[in-house]
């Protein structure tokens, strides 16, 4: 970008204590089309006062100078020096000395017998600073994005956590009281009546109900798993075992938990890593065998679901719209914990969730159903 776009003046502080090299230095610079105001210090005091005192746009400077270096400077320097175009103007300070400036962070150098070329070092080192300026401002706001969608994402997690209760709740209240009395009440009926055929139909409508209960049962604890209430060991040996029941899959779980009062999110967010995962296991990967694992060594809470299935492919994971273990990903993420997928083709799937324990407080968001 040109300066003089940018702003009406080019405000430049130079540090240089030969009077000469500075007339020739302002010379120099009113040759160029640059509009320019040229301040010269000569000792870092005054340079720095300067500085903290006025806002210039560029500093150009000699390397050696009586007592100090312009690495002295810059290293010694406010914070705001280092957003400023900082330009070595000096005489033949060798090589090594040059390379070193750049590295310490400084913009540019340019030997005074080259001073012709000022402008044009000027103008990249202001492009080159505000660019790296604008990288750092795009960093910092996608950063601030990302903060924000996380924080969006686990209070989303929380709420749906609680509509899940809600609703899991009101099955236990509503429906399956409804259930209950529907049931009392064919019971009387088959106590009552006689015929052949008002049992026959009495006792299907029994075997239908029956099926509802336990129907209205496995969504409630699907939503809101009140085994949770025995510990993490007891509703994930739970789940494996349903899983088991349910699929023919071989399962094994084993458990060497050591601790017990673990944070109940964490022990939310494993349950529903495993649950997730088992159920992408029944849907994907035609496997005879699933391993699962707990435990809380090292202070890390870590659950391990492994298959022998045929693997998740490149393509798979990079699907725009599989969002499943994005999904797992950023619930780990939002209790300080985090989870990894390693998997081969035809050689089955890994599943690892870890958390280190005490990184959440102990409360829980959800509500509990009575």
Same mark, same amino acid.
């Given at each position: 970008?040109?300066?003089?776009?940018?702003?009406?003046?080019?405000?430049?502080?130079?540090?240089?204590?030969?009077?000469?090299?500075?007339?020739?230095?302002?010379?120099?610079?009113?040759?160029?089309?640059?509009?320019?105001?040229?301040?010269?210090?000569?000792?870092?005091?005054?340079?720095?006062?300067?500085?903290?005192?006025?806002?210039?746009?560029?500093?150009?400077?000699?390397?050696?100078?009586?007592?100090?270096?312009?690495?002295?400077?810059?290293?010694?320097?406010?914070?705001?020096?280092?957003?400023?175009?900082?330009?070595?103007?000096?005489?033949?300070?060798?090589?090594?000395?040059?390379?070193?400036?750049?590295?310490?962070?400084?913009?540019?150098?340019?030997?005074?017998?080259?001073?012709?070329?000022?402008?044009?070092?000027?103008?990249?080192?202001?492009?080159?600073?505000?660019?790296?300026? @604008?990288?750092?401002?795009?960093?910092?706001?996608?950063?601030?994005?990302?903060?924000?969608?996380?924080?969006?994402?686990?209070?989303?997690?929380?709420?749906?956590?609680?509509?899940?209760?809600?609703?899991?709740?009101?099955?236990?209240?509503?429906?399956?009281?409804?259930?209950?009395?529907?049931?009392?009440?064919?019971?009387?009926?088959?106590?009552?009546?006689?015929?052949?055929?008002?049992?026959?139909?009495?006792?299907? @409508?029994?075997?239908?109900?029956?099926?509802?209960?336990?129907?209205?049962?496995?969504?409630?604890?699907?939503?809101?798993?009140?085994?949770?209430?025995?510990?993490?060991?007891?509703?994930?040996?739970?789940?494996?075992?349903?899983?088991?029941?349910?699929?023919?899959?071989?399962?094994?779980?084993?458990?060497?938990?050591?601790?017990?009062?673990?944070?109940?999110?964490?022990?939310?967010? @494993?349950?529903?890593?495993?649950?997730?995962?088992?159920?992408?296991?029944?849907?994907?990967?035609?496997?005879?065998?699933?391993?699962?694992?707990?435990?809380?060594?090292?202070?890390?809470?870590?659950?391990?679901?492994?298959?022998?299935?045929?693997?998740?492919?490149? @393509?798979?994971?990079?699907?725009?719209?599989?969002?499943?273990?994005?999904?797992?990903?950023?619930?780990?993420?939002?209790?300080?914990?985090?989870?990894?997928?390693?998997?081969?083709?035809?050689?089955?799937?890994?599943?690892?969730?870890?958390?280190?324990?005490?990184?959440?407080?102990?409360?829980?968001?959800?509500?509990?159903?009575?």
């Amino acid at each position: 970008m040109d300066p003089t776009n940018r702003t009406p003046l080019l405000r430049i502080l130079h540090l240089e204590d030969s009077l000469l090299d500075h007339e020739l230095t302002a010379r120099a610079l009113s040759r160029t089309s640059l509009k320019f105001s040229l301040t010269r210090v000569d000792t870092q005091e005054s340079f720095f006062s300067l500085l903290e005192e006025g806002l210039f746009d560029v500093v150009l400077a000699d390397y050696h100078l009586p007592g100090f270096t312009a690495a002295d400077v810059w290293l010694n320097g406010p914070e705001r020096l280092k957003k400023i175009p900082f330009i070595l103007l000096s005489g033949a300070i060798g090589e090594t000395a040059a390379v070193a400036a750049i590295q310490l962070g400084m913009s540019d150098y340019l030997l005074k017998e080259d001073i012709g070329r000022l402008e044009r070092v000027i103008l990249r080192a202001i492009e080159v600073k505000e660019a790296r300026q @604008a990288k750092e401002k795009a960093m910092i706001e996608l950063a601030q994005s990302e903060q924000r969608l996380a924080d969006f994402s686990s209070h989303l997690q929380t709420m749906i956590e609680q509509e899940r209760a809600s609703i899991a709740r009101e099955i236990h209240d509503d429906i399956g009281g409804s259930l209950a009395a529907i049931r009392f009440d064919l019971s009387w009926l088959g106590r009552h009546l006689k015929e052949p055929g008002p049992l026959e139909h009495i006792r299907m @409508a029994d075997d239908m109900l029956q099926h509802a209960i336990g129907a209205s049962q496995r969504i409630m604890m699907n939503l809101r798993p009140a085994i949770l209430d025995q510990g993490l060991e007891a509703a994930v040996d739970w789940l494996a075992g349903e899983f088991e029941k349910r699929t023919h899959i071989n399962t094994t779980f084993r458990s060497a938990l050591t601790q017990s009062g673990t944070a109940k999110n964490i022990e939310l967010a @494993a349950y529903r890593t495993a649950q997730e995962a088992l159920t992408n296991i029944s849907k994907y990967a035609s496997c005879s065998q699933v391993t699962i694992e707990l435990s809380d060594s090292k202070e890390f809470l870590t659950l391990e679901i492994n298959d022998n299935g045929r693997g998740i492919s490149a @393509a798979e994971f990079d699907k725009p719209k599989s969002f499943g273990i994005k999904g797992l990903r950023e619930r780990a993420r939002s209790i300080g914990g985090w989870l990894d997928v390693s998997t081969r083709e035809g050689q089955g799937t890994s599943v690892i969730f870890s958390v280190p324990l005490g990184s959440m407080p102990t409360t829980s968001s959800e509500d509990t159903p009575s």
